[in-house]
């Protein structure tokens, strides 16, 4: 009788636990996993789904870093286009940021060592003025071609392209790509720099490395 008893309370209890919490956590688990497989993952973030850009063949962009997915409504090579040009720009800007503090035009009334206060210490004028040259460098050297619709309307355009290469660094074929990646990187560094040290510049109300100095005093 006992063992008939022992019998049965081994058959509920197995049948309960078949049910329980953990067993089906595990199944959950075994089956999530199955239906979360990716067919085509992301190389920089393997948990998602590659993004059109990581088969792009543009530099750098193989890596499938676009977590946001802008890559499937921007035309990779107008949003290349871009991050090329602000890279130059912030590479440059990041630069004379850093020079603004030290030298300026000799007897220029106008010079402070703070570069925030510089740009205020241009007239409106000024300012307007090179906001025009600006957009007509921008006309010119894209055949008024600037929207993402017609920008690469000439398969053969390559992003950031624009034919300035006066030392001749792009006709060796065995560095262009080291070096592409190399404008690439840098660009990308300048543009997280620069927007460092101006809001160093914002936070503190001094220069660069005059506020570095009280930084780390």
């Not at 008893?5 to 058959?11: P, S, T, W």
């Not at 800007?93 to 703070?114: D, H, L, R």
């Not at 409106?124 to 025009?132: K, R, T």
Request: with cysteine; glycine share 6%.
């Amino acid at each position: 009788k006992i063992t008939k008893e022992g019998d049965m309370l081994a058959v509920v209890l197995a049948s309960s636990l078949a049910f329980s919490p953990a067993t089906l956590a595990r199944h959950q688990v075994s089956r999530c996993g199955i239906d979360m497989a990716i067919s085509n993952p992301s190389k920089a973030m393997p948990f998602l789904t590659a993004p059109p850009c990581q088969s792009s063949s543009l530099a750098g962009a193989e890596t499938g870093f676009d977590p946001l997915y802008l890559s499937e409504f921007l035309d990779i090579k107008w949003a290349r286009e871009a991050e090329l040009k602000h890279g130059r720009i912030c590479m440059l800007a990041a630069t004379g940021y850093m020079v603004q503090e030290f030298v300026s035009i000799p007897k220029y009334p106008g010079y402070t060592p703070n570069p925030v206060e510089a740009l205020s210490s241009v007239p409106a004028e000024g300012l307007l003025q090179i906001l025009l040259f600006i957009s007509w460098l921008e006309f010119q050297i894209n055949d008024g071609k600037f929207t993402m619709m017609d920008m690469f309307e000439d398969p053969a355009r390559v992003p950031g392209d624009l034919g300035f290469d006066p030392l001749k660094f792009g006709e060796n074929p065995e560095t262009r790509a080291r070096l592409e990646m190399a404008e690439l990187k840098n660009g990308r560094l300048a543009m997280l720099a620069f927007s460092g040290m101006i809001h160093q510049t914002f936070v503190t109300g001094k220069p660069l490395f005059a506020s570095l100095k009280d930084i780390f005093s």
